[in-house]
Nanobody
Framework: QVQPVESGGGLVEPGGSLRLSCTAS????????RGWYRQAPGKQRELVAR???????NYADSVKGRFTISTDNAKSTVYLQMNSLKPEDTAVYYC?????????WGQGTQVTVSS
């Protein structure tokens, strides 16, 4: 069993930065990919960024050039560096760890971009 836990959300002004972290316990050696997703009120959950165990990344078009996903050397923690934040980035951000059988979701962390 893998249990991810997010941290780092909060309130930030437009143009500001935040770094989200997600650390997982359990059998992380079986994890193929790690990703960040977000869900704004009244909208569906969407992919923000994803990184595979080999280091390949992909991003939503809306965050390209502003957000960066990375992992620590042990690959137990995945980060999302968010720069040049916009009000439309306001959402609950979730991390997801994926192995060949299951998706493991964190509980989410709120990010609010507002002046």
């Amino acid at each position: 069993q893998v249990q991810p836990v997010e941290s780092g959300g909060g309130l930030v002004e437009p143009g500001g930065s935040l770094r989200l972290s997600c650390t997982a316990s359990g059998n992380i050696f079986s994890i193929d990919a790690r990703g960040w997703y977000r869900q704004a009120p009244g909208k569906q959950r969407e992919l923000v960024a994803r990184i595979t165990s080999s280091g390949s990344t992909n991003y939503a078009d809306s965050v390209k050039g502003r957000f960066t996903i990375s992992t620590d050397n042990a690959k137990s923690t995945v980060y999302l560096q968010m720069n040049s934040l916009k009000p439309e980035d306001t959402a609950v951000y979730y991390c997801k760890y994926t192995d060949v059988r299951f998706d493991y979701w964190g509980q989410g962390t709120q990010v609010t971009v507002s002046s």
